[in-house]
């Protein structure tokens, strides 16, 4: 996909900068050039900055974008979805809408279950139907890079499944997917009442599948009460760590139960949710350069209180921030609106918010020395918003400023 490109006449450019993820007030000091531009050869961004630093002789014959005085970011990276299932769980939307809790609707053999069974009965052709069109929406939000979670079959064949298509996407689409497997995300019916026993067969059988099919690069687990707890999923991870996937927990959502402690015992690349967690292990946290991934549009759904972002940022973690793309909790990819939640109730500034999006979860994935910032010698993955400011982007709340989407120096989405 790699190509050659300038873009001039940019009103804004703002980026974080560095080749790891920025943790506290770092976060809010990003780089902003006015009147710049950008210079990108086979894939790679060569020069950014004003237009005094570019030999324009040099770029005489490269495609042009004129930006027209708009601003430029980097592209998006939503680090934490499960885009890949099949099925809906519309009427969980209206349960919870009338007061139901989140886990009387598991309890009931609803969430999660309700997903894998859809997901079982779907053909591999299905889910790469609906996650392809899925990639295509993520593009015209400006989202470049997205993780994609297994964890709707609770088998070995759909798991399996639910992976291979994202590999087959992989090949297909122009954003970039990062797998990460999540076998344990629920008990399935025919292991009920024994959670272990389940943990016992994902470490044994489906676990070692993924490694020798090699797609996933993560390992992922829910780490909550009536779920999977603290032993399980320590054991679990270790598992995982010990066969080279990286770490990652759903952790701390619904109920404190040290999921982010856990995260930062193992040297977890990230803990996400984070409802519950406790200040002390958000500190441990912090220590261990584990990202903390809050996930607002998940908490809004759910109406639950927003987790508390900017005492995450104040207590020196890297904070990033993910859609949780799924059926049931999250049934949402909009960026937009992730801006404006994190903006009005979540007490970050766009600075760092924008930062949360892009290098921050960068991080969340390893990837913070590759993409997320547009800096020379990065991927040219960047976001042309139909606006002069990067201001726009959550004070025009809940629209979408993407004009153009660019992935590698080709421009794959126009709005």
């Known amino acids: 996909m ?3 490109l300038l873009i001039t006449n940019i009103g804004e450019l703002a980026t974080p900068q560095g080749s790891a993820g920025v943790r506290g007030k770092d976060m809010g000091r990003l780089a902003v ?5 950008v210079l990108i050869r086979d894939g790679i961004i060569e020069y950014a900055g004003s237009p005094e ?3 324009g002789e040099s770029v005489a014959d490269l495609p042009v974008i004129n930006a027209q005085g708009r601003a430029l970011v980097p592209g998006f990276v939503d680090s ?32 999660i279950r309700r997903s894998m069974e859809a997901t079982r009965a779907a053909e591999l052709s299905d889910l790469v139907a609906v ?6 929406t993520m593009l015209g939000l400006g989202v470049t890079t997205v993780e994609g979670k297994s964890g709707y079959g609770l088998d070995m064949a759909t798991e399996l499944k639910q992976l291979e298509a994202m590999g087959i996407l992989a090949d297909r689409s122009p954003v970039s997917i990062v797998p990460t497997f999540m076998g344990p ?28 099919q090699g797609i996933a690069q993560f390992a992922d687990v829910f780490c909550e009460k009536g779920v999977f707890g603290i032993e399980d999923s320590r054991r679990y991870l270790q598992a995982a760590k010990a066969m080279g996937f990286g770490l990652k927990l759903h952790a701390d959502e619904i109920e404190r139960i040290g999921g982010a402690g856990l995260a930062a015992e193992l040297g977890a690349t990230s803990a996400d949710h984070l409802l519950k967690a406790s200040a002390e292990d958000i500190g441990r946290m912090a220590e261990a350069g584990v990202v903390a991934t809050c996930l607002p549009l998940t908490a809004f759904t ?16 890297i904070l990033a921030l993910a859609s949780d793309l799924n059926p049931g909790s999250s049934y949402s990819q909009s960026i937009p609106m992730i801006f ?10 766009i600075e760092e918010t924008l930062t949360a999006l892009t290098l921050n979860g960068a991080a969340a994935l390893g990837l913070a020395d590759r993409i997320g910032s547009i800096e020379e010698g990065k991927a040219g993955d960047l976001v042309l918003l139909d606006a002069p400011s990067i201001r726009f982007l959550a004070y025009n709340v809940g629209m979408n400023q993407v004009v153009a989407t660019i992935k590698e120096g080709e421009v794959v989405y126009r709005g």
Do not use: N
């Not at 050039?33 to 531009?37: E, Q, R």
């Open 2 to 4: 790699a190509g050659d």
């Open 33 to 37: 050039w006015k009147d710049a531009v």
């Open 53 to 55: 630093g570019l030999d």
């Open 80 to 111: 934490h979805t499960h885009f890949a299932f099949a099925g809906y769980r519309d009427e969980e939307f209206q349960w919870r809408a009338e007061g139901l809790p989140y886990m009387e609707i598991h309890r009931r053999g609803g969430g």
């Open 131 to 136: 996650g392809e069109k899925r990639l295509w």
């Open 185 to 212: 995300h629920s008990t399935p019916p025919e292991y009920e009442g024994r959670t272990s026993d389940y943990m016992d067969f994902v470490i044994r059988e489906v676990l070692p599948a993924a490694r020798i």
């Open 302 to 317: 759910l109406r639950e209180p927003y987790a508390d972002a900017r005492g995450m940022i104040d207590s020196g973690c």
């Open 340 to 349: 404006a939640i994190a903006s009005l109730y979540m007490g970050l500034t």
